[in-house]
Structures are given as structure tokens and as C-alpha cells.
């Protein structure tokens, strides 16, 4: 099932299928390894607020704006 | 560079580059010991740290690279890191990664390769990796990449001889550095482009650049090109975002991204997972309530031992600088110039002084220590929500936070955010917050006169200030908040050394901005003082004074000294009236009016200088400015309102 990032819940994963916005933004977060067909762990989610997320070993925080382009398929 | 000694007496440059949080600069400290200089690169605010070392026999230079997660061009970082590299200074570059994020930092090795100079590995944190259950075959790293790797524990000095040995070796063999070939597609783009450039920028190698050529680099698409060139680049790229349906920088990382992950599966296995120690903590530190309640409690307790630390270590400052003063003053010189000399000049060095050792280095200890400790990026997790009421994303809480300290370090802190209307916001605010001067004043004279609860309603009206002005320059300064992307590294024990490098560094940059303001600033003060000028001046402000805000009119006087250093409007009022029991000369609204105009009134000499560096003439301006319009508009309502219940 296809959703966005922002609608996992914690402890959730997802494999990226597609990152909508700018080329700037695409770009960074490709930088920071969240491609499509890479796998996505939602770690903690702040109320209202940012997402932690889980890729590659790393953990980033990203701005619910951003999570809400990110959509993944839900594992 | 170009000078005639022979290749093996010259100075070797080696440039350490690679992700933030890899442990780059405790490499540093380790290789070069003490022996460095910390500037800003030319012209830039990002930091620069560089040393020396004569290691067996060679003269080695490290040059410590900002780090960063890509060579692409979307900080100044990035570009820093990518000119340097190509600028063909470094004999060298060294590769500094954390083993436990293998994948993501070969990313970044990959690019570094791409360039195709002499590059070694330092496959660092081989402990903490292994405490993830992690176990990592560095030769096989090594030979997939076809670079020297070394593996390397920075914190325990494991592994820097070996590493240093085999730079120096790779910077005498000189061997042909062969860059990674990428997916069948790709690899045909880039070669149908190499030999039409080959020739057009010899400084740069032809494949990269064809490389950068495809991913529409911003600054090498700034170059100019033969028209036939661009038409190709133009065709290939279209054909390859048609096959991949994607943005073709996006299918280039994606390229770098599968590689790098093919070399960490081969050269990196489980032999067990478990829940790292961070992890666990991170329960508790990340915790949706949890977690404010203990980020409350942090700061606070902090932010109390540093101020009682200060305010003591500033009474023993003050008190040797009062050994010297009678010998000043005995001077062989007039009367007048001893005056100048002390009150002015030496003053304002003093006053800099007995802020920036007891209030500002204890602050910026603890601020490297939150920094590395990994915990400041947990408090911009937990405040982004909050911060984005006021136009910013969760990182401007660091400045706000470290403005309870000293409004200085919190303007220059405003560094961290990307774009300017952040940083005009975030500097905007923090000057806003009482800083260490600000609080002795509120509890010295609020605290202690009217009692905790009044000194508490002052930080709350502050509050309520910041987050008004910040919800009305979010609405309508042009332009959006930006989303927070930030890492958030696994919490470690800081290591000493680096932390208080970087505290003393940045308390040098203090010293520097703020000093010359200081001294200066208080030399035309003694000079007012020595024209007789406090009453005239008085005069002149008491319509202000004394019918808008209620005060006396002696207090007008202070209130221009505190420009300089704001806890001089309490000490001065105490001066001038021959007491220091305020409650004879203030009545309680008075008291209360006073402190919270002095909070509010202007940021002081350094801050201004700290604002006119950090965002021009213009804006430090307007900033300073504003902030008089609405603290004498505020604060002149609150006392008419005051008045009828207050007296």
C-alpha cells in the first residue's frame, strides 16, 4: 500500500517509491542515501513535528513538510 | 608550493575530508596535537582548522575540511571542501569514515574518488561498529575501492601511526588514481562526453567534469562550453532521465549509492544486532513527553551552575583587576590621561574580559559538549514543531538557547541556519532573550526587592515578547521556512580535547568582534563623564524617562552606559545614589519597569558588532533600531498600565 512518510507510524517501514518537490530538495535528500527502492524506518515522530527516520544506519530528522513528499510502500 | 627543494624535504599536505560526525576532527587533534591555528576560510564563516607535525623526518600540514555528506554544491561547505580539493594543494586527501554508517560514508568516498587524486581511507570508530555487532574487513574495502585503507579507533590513538605512514607513502609512489566506473548507461554517457571536453579545462579531470556536466552542476554549468557540447549533454541526459524516470542527479546518486552498497556488503557483516546504547537512550531523550521534560531540566540545571560559576569566577576576576588599578592611577602621567587610560581604555578591556572568561568560555564549553555530545540535535528534534511558529525550523532553537547565555555567541550561532531570513529572525530574537548581564540584573534587583515569582513574570513577558515578534516576522518577512533535514548522530561521550579546542576558538572570535566595541564604547563614555555631560544628558532624556517609562530621571544616564555592558545600569545606579539598597530609590513598579527595559531596550555594543558581522551595516541597523521603537513603545504601555495598579 502506497502512503506517504508522514502517515507511518513509528516503528513503521517503507520501501521509497517516489520523492516529489524541488530538484534542490531531490537531490539532498539522494545525498543522504533516501533514493526510490531504499528502505525507510520511521524511528520516533515529535507531536505535530518532525519525523526521525531510519536509512542506511543513519538517523536524520525531517520536517513533516518533507515527509509528506516522500511516498513509500508500506512493508 | 613550487619551490626547488627536493620532492622528500618538502612540506606534505593532507587534507582530511569526509562526513560530519565521522570523528574527523578528533583525527586532527590526535595527529597534530596542540600544534594548530583555527581561522575561518577566506573570505567564508565556515571554520578552518589547520596544523603541523614533522613526522619522521617529513613536515606534514593537515588541513581539517568542513564536513559535509556530498561534493555537490548546495552549501558552502560543499564548495569549500571541492575547490580545495581540486585547487591541487592537497598531496593527499584523507578519508576519515565511521564504520558503523559504512554505506553512506563510501557514498561520499566515491565522489572523493571521482576527482582522482591521491586518496587514503581512515576507516574509523571500528569499536563503536563492533558494539552494533558490526564486523568490517578493511582490506576488502581497500581492494574493491583500489585506495590504501587503514582501520583506525581516533578516540584511543589506534591506528594513526599506520595511517600517517601510508599517506606519506601514497604521496611518494604517485600512482594513477582510477575512479569508479558506474552502470552500463551512465558509463556510456560519460564517455560520448569525455572526448569532446577532453582538452577545454585541463584543472579538472575530464571525467568528473563530464560527470558534473550530466548531474547539472551549478557551478560547472557556470563555465562556458562549446554549443555542441551542451546540445549532447542535453540529449544523454534527457535519454537517461526517459530510461530511469528520474532526475538524472538523482540517478547519478543512485548510481554511487548501489555501488557503495555492493562494497559494504561484501566488507561488512552482522555477527549480531542488538539495540546500541544510544538507542536505548534515545527512548527517554526523543520521548514525546518525556523528552521535553528532560530537555527542560538539562538546560535549567546548566544554565543555573553556569550562572553561579560565573558570577563567581567574575568576582575573582574583578577583584585582581582592582590590585591593578591604584598602579594605573600613580602613573607618571596627568591626572587626565590616567583617568582616560583607566576608566576608559582599561575598563572597556576588563569589562570584556571579566564577561567573556567567567560567562562566555563556561558557556561555550558546555555548548561544544551538547554539540558533540550529539544532544543538541535532539533538542532541535524536539523544538522544530514550536520554531516553525516563529519562521524557523527546529535548529534555530540553538541560538535562542545559547542567547540565556551571551546574545553573541547566540547572533553568531545563527550560522547554523540555511537561509538569510532565518538568520534575521533567529538574530532578532535572541537578542531578545536576557543573556547572563540581563539576569543579574532581573534577580539582583526584581529578585531580590519584589521576590522569585516577579523575576519570573520579567522571563515570561520575554517569552511572550520573542514568540509575538517572531509569529509577526514570520508572517510577514517575505519568504518560507525551509524543512528541517539535519542528522541525528548516536549520543557519545564527547572527547575533551576537540570540545574545548572549539570552545577556546570561538571564545577568541568573541574576543575579537567584541573587544574593540568595548573599549572604544567606554572611552567615549569617560569622556562624557569628563565633559561634565551626565546631567545635560539627563535632562535631555527625561521626557523619555521619567513621563513614558516612569523612572527617574538619574536612571537615564545608566541606561546609556548599559549600551556598553547592561549590567552597568544596575552597578551605576547603585554608584551614582550611594546605595545598594534599591528599594530607597525605586519603588517596585519602578524596579520592575527598569528591568524589563533594560532586557528589552537594545542589544549591547558586542551584540551590535556581532549583528553588523554576521548581517551587514543595513540589517544591524535596523535590527537595533527596531528594537528601541518596540521596547520603548512596550514597555513605556506596560508602566502607563502599571501605574494604576502599582502606584
Known sequence: ?75 | MKSKVAISNREVTIALAGNPNAGKSVVFNQITGGNQIIGNWPGKTVERTEGWINYRGKNLRIVDLPGIYSLSTYTEEELIAREFILSGTPDVIMNVIDASLLERSLFFTLQLLELERPLILAVNQLDMAESKGLKTDVNTISKLLGIPAVGIIATKGKGLNRLLTTAIELTEKREEVKPPAYGGEIEQSIKGIIDSIKNLYPEYPSRWLAIKLIEDDREIKKLPFPEEVLEKVEFLKNELEKTHGEPVEVIISSERYALASRIARSSQYYVRTRTSFSQGLDTILLHPVIGYITMGIILFVAFGILFEVGGYLSWVLEGLFSYIKPIVLRLPFSGLFNDLLWNGILSGLISGITIALPYILPFYIFLAFLENSGYLARIAFLADTLMHKVGLHGKGAIPIIMGYGCNVPAVLGTRVLESKRERIIASFLSTLIPCSARTVIILGLVGVFMGPWWALIIYLIDLIVIYTVGYIMNKYYPGETPSLIMEVPDIRVPVLKPTLRQAWFRIKEFLTIALPYMIGGSLVLEIIKMAGWFEPINRVLSPVIVRWLGLPAITGITLIFGVLRKELTLILLSTFSNTTNFSLILNPRQMFIFSLFTTLYVPCLATIAALKKELGNTNAIILTLGEIILSLGLVGILNQILIHFLG
Open chain 1, 1 to 75: 500500500m502506497i502512503k506517504t512518510l508522514a502517515d507511518l507510524n513509528s516503528g513503521e517501514k517503507g520501501i521509497i517509491v517516489k520523492i516529489e518537490g524541488g530538484r534542490g530538495l531531490v537531490k539532498r535528500l539522494a545525498d543522504l542515501g533516501l533514493i526510490s527502492e531504499q528502505e525507510v524506518e520511521v524511528v520516533r515522530i515529535a507531536p505535530h513535528g518532525p519525523f526521525a527516520i531510519k536509512v542506511r544506519g543513519t538517523v536524520y530528522a525531517l520536517g513533516r513538510g518533507i515527509a509528506k513528499k516522500i511516498y513509500v510502500n508500506v512493508v
